[in-house]
């Protein structure tokens, strides 16, 4: 699996963006893919995830409302729309997937138990 994470850039408050995770060898809709997120001097987080086969999803408290993860089969992609973007939001994110076959329908949101990560893609929410 080599994951491609695209479509960060500097958004202004309030402003949206939509994330790209694409696959250009393997079926993504069979893996789990988790969402994560760094800001700089700050923890890794997951900030979403969806399950295989177009699954159960799961968002963290802070985004919830406003961001939606979504699959694309015909494109092979997940995507992460970024609605209503706050400064807090600013960091480096990035896409990954799970062992397929271990978690069913449904996706970890713990990050270590993602085996493939994609390059990150940065955020800037900035006026």
């Known amino acids: 699996v080599q994951l491609q994470a695209f479509g960060g850039g500097l958004v202004q408050p309030g402003g949206s963006l939509r994330l790209s995770c694409a696959d250009s060898t393997f079926t993504l809709d069979n893996y789990p893919i988790g969402w994560f997120r760094q800001a700089p001097g700050k923890e890794r987080e997951g900030v979403s995830c969806i399950g295989s086969s177009n699954g159960s999803t799961y968002y963290t408290d802070s985004v919830k409302g406003r961001f939606t993860i979504s699959r694309d089969n015909a494109e092979n992609t997940v995507y992460l729309q970024m609605n209503a973007l706050k400064p807090e939001d600013t960091a480096a994110y990035y896409c990954?997937?799970?062992?397929?076959?271990?978690?069913?329908?449904?996706?970890?949101?713990?990050?270590?138990?993602?085996?493939?990560w994609g390059q990150g893609t940065l955020v800037t929410v900035s006026s």
């Open positions: 990954a997937a799970a062992v397929i076959g271990r978690f069913g329908n449904t996706c970890p949101k713990e990050g270590y138990l993602y085996d493939y």
